[in-house]
């Protein structure tokens, strides 16, 4: 099973290799990891999304607790939550293909960010089903390049 972690930290200068040695040095594997400032400048928040059972992941969680920079550590696998993923993917666009490819970015509610006479790159946001779905339709007209972020996570209200 895989487990989304939140993870406030300290901004701090090597805060983040402190926290993925922490992961290598006991073989435990992240699939994906995202950072960035919150509303504090001072504090940032990580999300993880780590495979394994619940006692593989309750003692990553009590690894991450001893850590001298980390505020704060929560489980967001079985709470309520909004989770994101964001692409931008260049994808071939010639001829008729193009209007094609316009019209699955407007069904997906992507957005096309920059247009060449050979291809288009485009934006798209959402959960991790949008996501496969949109790859899986745009797969057939050639991906030249793919950049994709890790899953970002928050509470719903009175979730934590």
Not at 80 to 102: F, N, P, S, Y
Request: proline share 2%.
């Amino acid at each position: 099973m895989k487990h989304v972690i939140s993870v406030e930290v300290e901004n701090r200068f090597g805060i983040l290799a402190r926290i993925s040695s922490l992961f290598s040095a006991r073989g435990f594997n992240i699939d994906s990891l995202a950072v960035g400032e919150t509303e504090d400048p001072t504090v940032s928040r990580m999300t993880l999304v780590v495979p394994g059972d619940d006692r593989i992941i309750e003692q990553v969680i009590k690894q991450l607790r001893k850590l001298i920079d980390v505020i704060k550590v929560v489980d967001l696998t079985d709470k309520e939550r909004i989770e994101r993923e964001l692409i931008l993917v260049k994808v071939k666009a010639k001829g008729a293909d193009r209007a094609e490819i316009m019209r699955i970015v407007d069904i997906f509610r992507a957005r096309i960010v920059d247009v060449h006479p050979d291809s288009f790159i485009i934006e798209a946001t959402g959960s991790e089903e949008k996501i496969k779905g949109i790859l899986s339709l745009l797969k057939s007209f050639g991906i030249k390049k793919l950049v994709r972020t890790g899953k970002i996570a928050i509470p719903r209200e009175g979730e934590g």
